[in-house]
């Protein structure tokens, strides 16, 4: 599915995914930091994911949209021991 990422400074949330027609429209709040946005990406970009599974359900953070963030978090974060470095 295409996917258009934008940054709206009149947002009052971290961030919305927009879906139809066979494409989405993600928004960021461009007031917050980049890092608040970039785990706004990766949330809005689970939902993106998560509406294409054949599985439906209501709660939109269900068990398959968390296994599809932990598994785009990882890829973002790559699969190295870079990041437990802080804690030695
Ligand atoms: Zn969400």
Redesign the pocket.
Known sequence: MPVVVKQAPGLDCHGICIIGDGRALIRLSSRDSETVQSDSLL?EWA?VLRSECPVKCAD??DQIFWGIMAAITKDYRGDTDEWHEVDG
Do not use: L, N, V, Y
Request: net charge negative.
């Open positions: 949330e939902h939109p953070h």
